[in-house]
């Protein structure tokens, strides 16, 4: 079955660390890849996407993804976080080629930062 | 602006009392879902639509039902609501096709004692 894997729950760093999260997914294709964003209390916003061309993705708020196949990985990172940065962030993959794209979510990954 | 709206955006009931909860986009998007998000288990698939009159199951449509019968509008039923659908609901929408994300509503709390 496809399905997306989070190794971390919970993260705690202190501003101006380095944040790196691990996300993983079961072969399934061709697939499309998104991390999304959940300040305590919203709803999900889309962080970055990774469809084709360079593997390495840059979105909103300072954040990067990397997209590395034969590993079947997509972590996203930040050089340097903030408070602000306090959220759960979930990775997102959708299998297939066209039509209708199903969003499979990872389990998500809760993260806190101390100033 | 171009959102996704839901309401309620709490809710409590009992158990047994019908309930339905709304769901419309403004973006004229295709596709709509509805997800249900527990601790632990990220976000998981209750039902989606592909256009207007076309519904199909996710990965736990038990106890829910849904109707598509304008672009809009997605609403999701819970014909007999039980304590094990207490969870954060949302709904979401997207033009479809490999180039697009989900646009996500607010959310809707409910609650079922």
């Known amino acids: 079955a496809q399905s997306v894997s989070q190794h971390n729950h919970h993260v705690i760093l202190s501003e101006a660390a380095s944040l790196e999260l691990g996300c993983n997914y079961s072969y399934g294709g061709t697939v499309n890849l998104f991390w999304y964003v959940q300040y305590p209390g919203q709803h999900l916003q889309l962080l970055l996407k990774y469809f084709s061309g360079d593997p390495l993705v840059k979105g909103i708020k300072g954040f990067e993804a990397e997209f590395i196949k034969s590993k079947f990985s997509f972590n996203l990172r930040k050089p340097s976080v903030q408070w602000s940065d306090t959220a759960e962030y979930f990775c997102?993959?959708?299998?297939?080629?066209?039509?209708?794209?199903?969003?499979?979510f990872g389990a998500g990954t809760r993260l806190a930062v101390h100033p | 602006e171009a959102q996704v709206t839901q309401n309620p955006r709490y809710l409590i009931t009992v158990t047994g009392k019908k309930l339905t909860v709304t769901c419309s986009q403004n973006m004229n998007h295709e596709y709509m879902s509805w997800y249900r998000q527990d601790p632990g288990l990220g976000l998981r698939q209750i039902y989606y639509?592909?256009?207007?009159?076309?519904?199909d199951k996710g990965d736990v449509p038990e106890g829910y039902k849904v109707s598509r019968k304008e672009k809009r509008n997605f609403p999701l039923i819970l014909e007999s609501p039980s304590p094990n659908q207490t969870s954060l609901y949302f709904c979401?929408?997207?033009?479809?096709?490999?180039?697009?994300?989900?646009?996500f509503g607010s959310g809707t709390r409910l609650t079922v004692v």
């Open positions: 997102a993959v959708n299998y297939g080629s066209g039509g209708y794209n199903k969003l499979i």
């Open positions: 639509s592909m256009n207007v009159e076309v519904t």
């Open positions: 979401a929408s997207s033009f479809g096709g490999r180039d697009y994300g989900y646009t």
